[in-house]
């Protein structure tokens, strides 16, 4: 798992150098490809129950799942990618939103939010806790700020499969689901909008976007459950 982490972490580090103005979604998978490829693993993704790419790109208004292309970056937009690892048989996940050149303060708010409730919610997988108590961190935190959470695509365990039980939501009370006990292997990743929650998938039936068409933030890690503070196998900045 650490590992795959690491390659996850890599190319994800990486991937600063080629997200800018100009750039099209198309040649960030290319590169991302490349970069897990050259380090020894193999895209998660591609294939999954039919995904067509290698990583999700998710521009502006696109939660999760946006499918590479020709479409290039513009001065202003936010990128989120998504990227999955397989090594030796072990996944790592992780979700990053960058912004490509000058951003507008409620995006990069928005960035700044859902990042630290990514973390609010790690903070909460220690052992003795349950899962439901990352989701209530996640979501408190970003309501706070006028923010809402996607109820539609939720986090969840992560090890010899790209997704397993338990599922972790990022809404909800506390003190619910499953108890987290040491050496379980989370993926928590929340997904803000900046206006509803509500989600719709377009035609390709991949590329979730907002219903009121307002921008979306997506961070992840995936993460062990230790005694006294969850160990992020993803983490690269």
């Given amino acids: 798992m650490s590992q795959a982490g690491q390659i996850v972490a ?19 998978e290319r590169f991302a490809d490349n970069q897990i490829r050259s380090l020894g693993g193999k895209s998660a993704f591609k294939g999954y129950r039919g995904y067509p790419s290698s990583i999700c ?9 946006g499918i590479p292309s020709s479409k290039k970056l513009r001065e202003g937009d936010s990128i989120s990618i998504d990227l999955g690892v397989l090594h030796n048989g072990f996944f790592g996940d992780a979700a990053y939103t ?7 303060e409620e995006t990069a708010l928005l960035m700044k939010v859902t990042e630290e409730a990514l973390y609010c919610g790690i903070d909460k997988a220690v052992v003795g ?6 989701s209530h961190a996640i979501q408190q935190h970003a309501e706070q700020y006028g923010f809402s959470v996607v109820k539609t695509f939720v986090g969840h365990g992560i090890g010899r499969q790209l997704h397993e039980e338990p599922q972790v939501p990022n809404f909800g009370p506390p003190g619910q689901g499953p108890r987290l006990r040491q050496g379980m292997t989370l993926a928590i990743e929340p997904m803000v909008n900046a206006g509803t929650f509500e989600v719709k998938v377009l035609e390709d039936g991949w590329t979730a976007v907002t219903a009121d068409g307002k921008r979306s933030a997506h961070f992840e890690h995936t993460v062990v459950i230790m005694p006294d503070r969850a160990r992020i196998l993803t983490k690269f900045n």
């Fill in 129 to 134: 806790n349950r899962v439901s108590d990352i």
């Fill in 10 to 28: 890599e190319v994800m580090r990486s991937l600063k150098e080629v997200i800018r103005v100009g750039a099209t979604t198309k040649e960030i």
């Fill in 98 to 104: 960058f912004p490509v050149g000058k951003i507008d």
């Fill in 57 to 65: 790109a998710s521009i502006n208004e696109e939660v999760v799942h």
